[in-house]
């Protein structure tokens, strides 16, 4: 059981390049999430979804788009790269039983420098 | 709007010492989650909090949740090396997605 997978876990782009992360679960999760974690700044929701088909801003949504074109899947895309968007960052994803929600499975990271 | 904070953000303590991380939160909730990072490394679970007065343990680490108090408390037992990483809470709510608000993190380093 592979977890949450993202790809790739490293890369860099030069500024106004475009570049798309995979983030994959195998969980049947319903929930899943793309935040970025910066020194100093804890981790930040950029984006997340509630289901196939839905997306949502987070808190830290500007210069990104995502998708999930499938429940398994969930698609970060830069569009134009720019150096303050240099951060790693982790897809998460969860379920809830009722009203009970039991909390983040995290992929392993994604590494990106923009020069 | 909500804010998670925890107190130390960084701490040194020596093997067999022990002590306690703070984590408060400025709006009610009774969804509280522990996670471990290690350097350069994801984020693991480590304790889901889901009710008021829920204490969780494994090994040396304890979780604990007041939600009256706004607070959880992650207390460490005769720390030894290998806890050293960062600790991070997030606090949830029921409503929301299943969406966390996390803390800046604590960093651990367990000195011999």
């Known amino acids: 059981n592979a977890g949450v997978t993202q790809t790739p876990k490293f890369r860099v782009l030069k500024t106004g390049q475009s570049m798309t992360l995979l983030c994959a679960q195998d969980m049947n999760h319903e929930y899943m999430y793309w935040y970025r974690q910066d020194p100093g700044m804890g981790l930040r929701l950029i984006h997340y979804?509630?289901?196939?088909?839905?997306?949502a801003k987070g808190e830290v949504p500007d210069g990104y788009n995502v998708s999930r074109l499938k429940k398994q899947n969930f698609l970060l895309g830069l569009e134009s790269a720019a150096p303050s968007q240099t951060s790693v960052y982790f897809c998460a994803s969860s379920y809830s039983k009722g009203s009970l929600n039991y909390g983040y499975t995290f992929g392993s990271g994604t590494r990106l420098t923009v020069v | 709007e909500l804010k998670v904070e925890q107190n130390p953000l960084f701490l040194s303590m020596q093997e067999g010492k022990n002590y306690t991380i703070y984590c408060n939160y400025s709006?009610?909730?009774?969804?509280l989650y522990w996670y471990r990072q290690d350097p350069g490394k994801s984020l693991e679970s480590l304790f889901v909090l889901l009710s008021n007065g829920a204490v969780k343990q494994e090994g040396r680490l304890m979780a604990s949740l007041d939600t009256k108090a706004r607070l959880s408390t992650l207390h460490i037992t005769a720390a030894v090396h290998d806890l050293s990483a960062t600790y991070f809470c997030?606090?949830?709510?029921?409503?929301?997605?299943?969406?966390?608000?996390f803390g800046d993190g604590t960093t651990l380093t367990v000195k011999p």
């Open positions: 979804s509630v289901g196939e088909g839905t997306t």
């Open positions: 997030a606090v949830g709510f029921n409503t929301n997605a299943g969406k966390s608000t």
């Open positions: 709006t009610t909730s009774d969804r």
